[in-house]
């Protein structure tokens, strides 16, 4: 899809949204409430409509109203067409606080949304937390090829945008306890069980980062990877998409540092993890703690980034930030 004029703004902290951010979030909403008529639901979502509800967003909510519009008329046609206002409350159905009583799903509805603009990666990325725990997963990967990634299509250790056209688009789905599954993005529910590869050694892994730099310090990660042993470039894409690959062993180690300033969203990587987890790898901050899901929309400090892996190389990452922490100069 290319985006016209006005189908994308900047949000208040810089970063972009585009119709299709809003729209996923409203159709899924919408799905939502449909799947579980009459029960509360608690819906933990990035976007909010506060700026489509003032004049200046008037034309940004009817054009994603007109889009929601035409994805309910192909897949729901009996369903009578939804007004801007509603396509607007639906949206506003996300804004739940989470925590660590109860059911909470949790949407971002474009992760990536800068690798969407860019015509690179992205995810719609919906996971369910269970009394603080994520219980289950599902990333719809429309730009990730269905094979596996492998270094023919790295190009200086970024994907090349150059899958072929018939192969791309992967859904990858996962729920505790029952194993992590892939397939084609428009097949239905993945099929195919999934794993991630534990078998290789160092100089064959290869670790994969944000596109961003903005998002994450890609030093640091060449540096704790030097320190492992990895000799392959690194693989950068955009989004949870990442998961995905580390989950059907396209790459064996995902790193994230972003700044010390950021604060991470559970919605970044709830449904991410729900796959990984099912998929044999093991995920933590950055000193081998456990990502806590059940304290709002916001994770609680992390000590400097995140850390998704095989078995083997999460301890080998783990035992190299210590030694690389430890080599630093303490503050006096
Ligand atoms: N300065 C920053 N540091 C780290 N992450 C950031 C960031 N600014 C935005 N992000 C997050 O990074 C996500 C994309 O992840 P990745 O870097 O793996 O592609 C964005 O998701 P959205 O695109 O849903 O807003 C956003 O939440
Ligand atoms: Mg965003
Ligand atoms: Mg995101
Ligand atoms: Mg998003």
Known sequence: MQLKHGEKTDKEDDSPVTVADYGAQALVAWSLRRA?????????????AVDLREPSGAAMLDRITSLV??????????????SSAEVADLVDVGCSEGG????????????????????????????????????????????????????????????????????????????????AYAGP????????????????????????????????????????GAEIGVELPSLKLDSQAKYGALS????????????????????DHCAGVAIIEEA????????????????????PYLNGGIVAATPSMHRAIMAAIRKIRELEPKEE
Request: hydrophobic share 40%; with cysteine; glycine share 12%.
């Open 69 to 82: 519009n035409e994805a309910l008329a192909i897949e729901h046609p009996q369903v009578a067409r939804l």
């Open 36 to 48: 579980f008529p009459g029960q509360p639901l608690s819906l933990v979502a990035e976007e909010d």
């Open 185 to 224: 993005v428009f097949g239905g529910m993945p099929t195919q069980r999934i794993h991630c590869n534990d078998s290789l050694p160092p100089s064959q892994v290869r670790y994969m980062e944000s596109f961003e730099k903005r998002h994450s310090n890609h030093g640091l990660a060449l540096q704790i």
């Open 100 to 179: 660590g009583v109860g059911r909470h799903w949790v949407l971002d509805p474009i992760d990536g949304t800068r690798g969407f603009v860019g015509q690179r990666q992205y995810a719609v990325c919906l996971g369910l937390l269970q009394d603080g725990q994520v219980a289950l997963g599902v990333l719809g990967c429309p730009n990730l090829p269905q094979y596996a990634i492998t270094d023919a299509d790295c190009d200086e250790g970024q994907a090349a945008r150059s899958f072929s056209e018939e192969s791309v688009g992967t859904i990858f789905a996962a729920s505790k306890g029952q194993g």
């Open 280 to 299: 044999g790898a093991v995920i933590t901050d950055a000193l081998g703690n456990p990502l806590d899901f059940s304290q709002g929309r916001f994770f």
């Open 248 to 267: 059907r062993g396209d790459a064996s180690i995902f790193m994230r540092f972003p700044d010390a300033a950021y604060r991470e969203k559970i919605w």
